[in-house]
């Protein structure tokens, strides 16, 4: 994120200083067709070819401060999309994660009610009324195994 600050500072230095030319040396500043050295106006006084060489570096350094600033902007996008893509693949692995939780829970609770089951039917401990009811509700822990399994498979 440093870096993406600093290559937009540095963007916007080139453009706001794209006024400024050096050619041969000597420090200009344009403002729209007149050309100043140390703040007088030099138009007059240079050359056709001096007032040509002077704009050509001008509109160059206009031409580097646009590449630079759509350069930002271009790695600015993928940043987001980057971050946008991180996010996703966080989310999906927090779901991964909570469905495999769940199928943990629910084979956990299936087996501890199988064994309890299967310890009082040999005990002889069972009605045949709590019996219909102990088959229901591993019928049940069956079921929400099932689904857990199925989450866990899809995420």
Known sequence: MKLWILLLFLGFG??????????????????GKAI???GVDVTETLSVEQQK????????????????????KKAEKEAKKAEK?????????????KAQ???ERASKNLSKNQE????LKRKGKLSP??????????EDYKEDLDKAKKKLERS
């Open 129 to 138: 009324n709590d019996e219909i009811k102990w088959l229901k509700k591993l």
């Open 36 to 38: 100043f050295k140390d």
């Open 53 to 72: 060489e002077i704009k050509s570096t001008l509109d160059k350094k206009l031409k580097e401060a646009s590449k630079a600033e759509k350069a930002i």
């Open 85 to 97: 893509a991180q996010k996703r693949a966080e989310k999906d692995l927090k779901q991964k994660q």
């Open 101 to 103: 939780d769940r199928f």
């Open 116 to 119: 309890k089951y299967e310890k």
């Open 14 to 31: 080139f453009a706001a200083n794209a006024q400024q030319v050096i050619s041969n040396g000597v420090a200009y500043e344009v403002k």
